[in-house]
């Protein structure tokens, strides 16, 4: 199983982003899906998840101008992120729990993204 993360970059403040993370692989199912970020110097921080029947939370941080969702025919999972400031700086990283085919046994793990970094500054 792989996840490949995408959308990241440099936008100045008030600006707009959109990350996608996509898994592939030998997928049974996927459940929760949730983003993550790491500003230099901090600890990774869960910024939003979306569970598998689609409810949502947020981090107080980013309630109302992030928005995260799922296209569970993808098995991808994205972030919309609206109205940023240079605190949203960091690499953001996807988590998935999923499913795995291993013959006929199903095995349930977290799977991380690579990272993407997002740059909010003037």
């Known amino acids: 199983v792989q996840l490949v993360e995408s959308g990241g970059g440099w936008v100045r403040p008030g600006g707009s982003l959109r990350l996608s993370c996509a898994a592939s692989?030998?997928?049974?199912?996927?459940?929760?899906m949730a983003w993550y970020r790491q500003a230099a110097g901090n600890e990774r921080e869960l910024v939003a998840t979306?569970?598998?029947?689609?409810?949502?939370s947020y981090a107080d941080s980013v309630k109302g101008r992030f928005t995260i969702s799922r296209d569970n025919a993808k098995n991808t999972v994205y972030l919309q992120m609206n109205t940023l400031v240079p605190e949203d700086t960091a690499v953001y990283y996807c988590?998935?729990?999923?499913?795995?085919?291993?013959?006929?046994?199903?095995?349930?793990?977290?799977?991380w993204g690579q990272g993407t970094q997002v740059t909010v500054s003037s």
């Open positions: 692989g030998n997928i049974y199912e996927v459940h929760d």
């Open positions: 988590n998935m729990e999923i499913g795995a085919r291993t013959g006929y046994a199903i095995n349930w793990s977290h799977y």
């Open positions: 979306i569970f598998r029947f689609g409810d949502t």
